[in-house]
């Protein structure tokens, strides 16, 4: 028997750019993976174990201080249209004195645009590079928290979209849209959340990387992250009500169908035992007679009619019709 082939998965190479502007270098590397970490090791300072959490997929945000750099890692939503889900996509990030290195999966469209941007233009590079890797950091984050807006923007369109449909449409598709949207807004919270902290810790500790104060910058892409959490905490109140709305108005169309079908089998009820009175053997109208079928028939029509009347009589008293 012949052995089956093994099969190896081969990494992505990494594609690894450099922009250089007076002393300051910026280092772009798509994606990260262990080619990328031995090009590091062999050119700066930095510890294995940050090298090793830029291939991980799953690392928290969260900040590393050294006494040469800093290490950071962030998360970032990203929505792909052919699966209809929102992922996180994760850029990690060294910092110097004179350099900045970003890896990256290169599916964030800011912070790929702004690098292709610094490579062909002079003005690009005079702009974000001639005031130090922070700066530079600070005009990365700021891009890729504004790219948020647009997404939390679409999922509170599919919202308002659902919220249209959720009293005129009777169909199976509502339940799986308000659970894709739950989905979506569960995955944007998780992605928002930690980032919040990190980004409120980060600008006191970059200032030693840049040539002028980012307070107030910072303070104001804190505002929009805020902007984006609040946006969050309203989207997701908001579907939990119309998964409730969408959920007592399937109740109330059971019970509906219910109360028809109650009401029809209570009466096919009665004519079933009025039928089965000519099923026993007893004397009976028209039951011993060869002939007396008509006159049974007629009978049970009429008694089936007058209890028929009777009882529609009684439930419409009772307002159950």
Known sequence: MANKPVIKKVEPR???ESIDWNGFTWLDITPPNDESTAYLAERFPFHPLDLDDTC????RPKIDEYKEYLFLVFRFPRYRKEERVLTASQISVFIGEDYLITLHQGDLKPLTKLFRECQLEEDSRQEYLSRGPGYLLYRILDRLVDYCLPILDK??????DLEDQIFTANNQLLVQEISRLRRDVIAFHRIIWPMKTVLNALEPKIRRFVKSDLAVYFG???DHMDKIWDGLIEYKDIIESLSDTYNSL?????????RVLTILTVISAVLTVIVGFYGMNVPLPGGSDPGGSPL???????????????????????RWL
């Open 296 to 318: 049974a028939w007629l009978l049970i029509i009429l008694a089936g009619l007058f209890l028929t009347v009777l009882m529609i009589l009684f439930f419409r008293y009772k």
């Open 155 to 160: 999922v509170g369109s599919n919202i308002e």
């Open 220 to 222: 104001d892409m804190l």
């Open 56 to 59: 991980s997929r799953i690392q």
């Open 14 to 16: 990494s594609k690894i």
């Open 250 to 258: 399937s109740s109330n169309r059971i019970n509906e169908i219910l």
